[in-house]
């Protein structure tokens, strides 16, 4: 296994909720993507993540400078070898091998070499299985990363606003985090990705987040124009966040929101 430290911070009057305990589960029934069998390259029994989301359904990443176990990219390998041989031989269907899980997949050392893996993986039991990554785009400047997230089918990049302060209020970046350096990336892609972008209402502290706004969504709109990704994903929390002070966005604002997507050109789908 391969150790991580995190420095990362939580208040523990909110609440948490899940976490996947094994490298491979499901398949789940995903929203956007099927019938999924997930990956998780982070620890089984600990968030890990660059971002702290405040609506995460793996809860806040724990304070302590504990080490965190990390599955190698061998057991990464039989693990999900295995999965696949098991669903072939039962004759049952994958629509996606999706690498999500309990924080930001590509905080993973391996993660490159993994990638490759899946792919060699995918053409010999499941060659009509797509391949996605959930990330949250704050490592995308990382030597390899890139790259990776080039040779599969759907590299799902998070954005949850174009607004710097909104960022840090609603994903709590515990990194350096500059919107404008990620998006620079995002526009060198050539629309080979799928933004995802989640709205919420929230109440924390003093301060009041909603990225449903005419102001954050022409700002987030400006910058759809200039990243043109081929499908923006446009949702709202469905399980149990991490502070309980976040709110659901109604169905008819998220359709207002997607119209708006739809008039620049790009596919848009909707999932309240």
Not at 60 to 77: G, K, R
Not at 94 to 115: Q, V
């Amino acid at each position: 296994m391969i150790t991580i430290q995190s420095t990362l911070t939580s208040d523990p009057n909110m609440p948490g909720t899940f976490l996947f305990d094994s490298i491979v589960f499901g398949p789940v029934i995903s929203r956007r993507l099927g019938v999924s069998l997930g990956i998780n390259l982070l620890p089984a029994n600990r968030k890990v993540c660059s971002f702290n989301c405040i609506y995460c359904e793996c809860g806040f990443t724990p304070s302590t400078l504990e080490n965190s176990m990390l599955p190698l990219h061998d057991d990464v390998v039989k693990e999900l070898e295995k999965a696949l041989i098991e669903h072939k031989l039962a004759n049952r269907t994958i629509d996606s091998i999706t690498l999500a899980g309990n924080g930001e997949p590509t905080l993973h050392p391996h993660f490159p070499k993994i990638i490759d893996s899946l792919l060699v993986l995918r053409r010999k039991y499941f060659p009509q299985t797509r391949i996605a990554v959930l990330t949250n785009a704050s490592r995308l400047h990382k030597p390899g990363i890139l790259n990776a997230l080039s040779l599969i089918d759907d590299p799902i990049l998070k954005l949850d606003s174009a607004i710097e302060s909104t960022v840090k209020a609603m994903d709590c970046p515990v990194e350096s985090f500059k919107i404008k350096n990620v998006v620079d990336i995002m526009a060198k892609m050539n629309g080979n990705f799928v933004l995802q972008t989640m709205f919420i209402k929230a109440s924390i502290g003093d301060s009041f987040i909603d990225n449903t706004t005419e102001k954050e969504v022409n700002a987030w709109l400006k910058v759809l124009k200039k990243i043109k990704p081929r499908l923006v994903q446009i949702y709202t929390i469905a399980r149990i966040p991490a502070s309980g002070k976040v709110e659901k966005v109604d169905f008819a604002r998220l359709e207002t929101i997607a119209q708006k997507v739809q008039k620049l050109g790009i596919q848009t789908q909707v999932t309240p």
